[in-house]
């Protein structure tokens, strides 16, 4: 386990409102005015530090919630975006041009590879997707035109662990960047201390936790984010997609409770995961000692907040998750509904709904099973109660 402490540096840093307020005062201004024409042409050309220009560019509340990122991850920068595929894509789009190469885990969010598989061969740039555990496979499927390797730290939906040090030590060998989505683990993994380039997040989930706005964010190096700005030809600046204001105010204040809420999903998951192991049912949780990364995954992560709030049970077939799915809701264990990170538990079946952009066959050929379920699981304060009552339902229903 590492030492690294994202709540503490969140919580090291001050901001005061206008009037001295504890929170930092909401910048409700899409355009700012200079004082002279010359300040104004000065922050075109990027020699004019500390002024703002335009709200799509930046404004001072995305400022501050991209310094809370940046020290969630302990990087030199970030900007935040208003998707998490707001955020992926002009990484991306930053990076490759026509005739370029990507590497990436097979296993990855659905909208992030039907953008790899789908959208960026219109863009004539190509990815070879692999199976991200297996190091040799990554490394061979470099070419000289290759210009980043992308994973997430855990995946969506099958919980595969990336060898972010190893991963790291690839791209700098091959002199390209690995990009990490880091989603599912905020606070409990940070991939660029563990030597990643360039991190990703969909701030939509977990980081602000209450499944009431989209957000997204990149932290990587100082002139990355610089580059991703330009205004002649940064890929976030000229294709649009700014976070606003208010959300970003909102989503730095729910920053503020991250640890605890993440301490919280990981305690639940973590006794849910254990129940259902001894039930005998096939489920996925990287604390479990069970998991092929169990002890890979316990070397890279941060003190103190456990394994994550995600797991995975296979029930047997897709007509037997649909029914526990709907009687859980129906007990009010949770919500069937896609996303995750919320105080509530919600649960899916991704071979049918976040990952169906991904064919059958392919599905089978990852282990993606039809009766798989994914659970991010929710802040319940008695989790033992839960548990009997999903316990009672998978009796009536023949899965245990
Ligand atoms: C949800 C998600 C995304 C996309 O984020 P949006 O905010 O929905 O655009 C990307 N990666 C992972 C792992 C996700 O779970």
Same mark, same amino acid.
């Given at each position: 386990?590492?030492?690294?402490?994202?709540?503490?540096?969140?919580?090291?840093?001050?901001?005061f409102?206008?009037? /001295? /307020?504890?929170?930092?005062?909401?910048?409700? *201004?899409?355009?700012?005015?200079?004082?002279?024409?010359?300040? +104004?042409?000065?922050?075109?050309? /990027?020699?004019?530090?500390?002024?703002?220009?335009?709200?799509?560019?930046?404004?001072?509340?995305?400022?501050?919630?991209?310094?809370?990122?940046?020290?969630?991850?302990?990087?030199?920068?970030a900007?935040?975006?208003? *998707?998490g595929?707001?955020?992926?894509?002009?990484?991306?789009?930053?990076?490759?041009?026509?005739?370029?190469?990507?590497?990436?885990?097979?296993?990855?969010?659905?909208?992030?590879?039907?953008? &790899?598989?789908?959208?960026?061969?219109?863009?004539?740039?190509?990815?070879?997707?692999?199976?991200?555990?297996?190091?040799?496979?990554?490394?061979?499927?470099?070419?000289?035109?290759?210009?980043?390797?992308?994973?997430?730290?855990?995946?969506?939906?099958?919980?595969?662990?990336?060898?972010?040090?190893?991963?790291?030590?690839?791209?700098?060998?091959?002199?390209i960047?690995l990009?990490?989505?880091?989603?599912?683990?905020?606070?409990?993994? =940070?991939?660029?201390?563990?030597?990643?380039?360039? %991190?990703?997040?969909?701030?939509?989930?977990?980081?602000?936790?209450?499944?009431?706005t &989209?957000?997204?964010?990149?932290? =990587? *190096?100082?002139?990355?984010?610089?580059?991703?700005?330009?205004? $002649?030809?940064?890929?976030?600046?000229?294709?649009?997609?700014?976070?606003?204001?208010?959300?970003?105010?909102?989503?730095?204040?729910? +920053? !503020?409770?991250?640890?605890?809420?993440? !301490?919280?999903?990981?305690? $639940?998951?973590?006794?849910?995961?254990?129940?259902?192991?001894?039930?005998?049912?096939? %489920?996925?949780?990287?604390?479990?000692?069970?998991?092929?990364?169990?002890?890979?995954?316990?070397?890279?992560?941060?003190? $103190?907040?456990?394994? /994550?709030?995600?797991?995975?049970?296979?029930?047997?077939?897709?007509?037997?998750?649909?029914?526990? +799915?709907?009687?859980? #809701?129906? #007990?009010?264990?949770?919500?069937?509904?896609?996303?995750?990170g919320?105080?509530?538990?919600?649960f *899916?079946?991704?071979?049918t709904?976040?990952?169906?952009?991904?064919?059958?066959?392919?599905?089978?050929?990852?282990?993606?099973?039809?009766?798989?379920?994914?659970?991010?699981?929710?802040?319940?304060?008695?989790?033992? !109660?839960?548990?009997?009552?999903? !316990?009672?339902? &998978?009796?009536?229903?023949?899965?245990i």
């Open positions: 386990m590492k030492d690294f402490k994202p709540a503490n540096n969140i919580q090291d840093l001050q901001y409102g206008e009037f /001295g /307020g504890v929170n930092p005062s909401i910048s409700d *201004s899409s355009t700012y005015t200079f004082l002279t024409a010359k300040s +104004m042409h000065d922050t075109f050309e /990027g020699t004019s530090e500390g002024c703002y220009l335009y709200s799509r560019h930046t404004s001072p509340s995305n400022l501050y919630l991209s310094q809370a990122l940046a020290a969630l991850e302990g990087s030199e920068g900007n935040v975006a208003s *998707s595929m707001g955020a992926i894509t002009p990484v991306i789009l930053q990076l490759c041009g026509a005739g370029d190469h990507i590497v990436s885990s097979r296993t990855i969010y659905g909208g992030t590879h039907a953008f &790899m598989a789908n959208f960026l061969p219109k863009l004539n740039i190509k990815t070879a997707f692999v199976n991200i555990t297996d190091l040799k496979e990554v490394e061979a499927s470099i070419t000289p035109q290759t210009k980043l390797i992308y994973c997430e730290s855990v995946s969506n939906p099958l919980l595969e662990i990336a060898n972010i040090p190893e991963l790291a030590k690839i791209a700098k060998k091959h002199n960047p990009v990490v989505d880091n989603t599912f683990m905020p606070m409990i993994l =940070s991939p660029i201390q563990l030597g990643a380039d360039i %991190v990703v997040h969909s701030l939509t989930k977990f980081i602000n936790g209450s499944s009431d &989209m957000g997204g964010a990149i932290c =990587s *190096s100082q002139a990355f984010i610089d580059a991703l700005k330009d205004v $002649n030809d940064g890929a976030s600046m000229l294709l649009g997609p700014a976070l606003d204001s208010l959300r970003a105010a909102s989503i730095l204040k729910n +920053m !503020r409770t991250l640890h605890i809420r993440m !301490r919280q999903h990981s305690e $639940n998951a973590a006794y849910i995961a254990k129940k259902f192991q001894d039930d005998s049912l096939k %489920v996925v949780y990287p604390g479990l000692e069970s998991h092929p990364d169990h002890a890979l995954f316990k070397s890279m992560i941060n003190n $103190n907040y456990g394994f /994550g709030g995600m797991l995975t049970v296979d029930v047997g077939s897709l007509e037997k998750a649909n029914a526990f +799915m709907e009687e859980m #809701q129906h #007990q009010k264990l949770g919500y069937l509904a896609v996303s995750l919320f105080y509530k538990t919600l *899916s079946a991704p071979g709904s976040t990952s169906s952009e991904i064919s059958e066959e392919e599905q089978k050929s990852m282990g993606l099973s039809q009766g798989l379920i994914r659970m991010s699981l929710g802040l319940d304060c008695d989790i033992s !109660r839960t548990y009997d009552t999903m !316990r009672k339902i &998978m009796l009536q229903m023949n899965i």
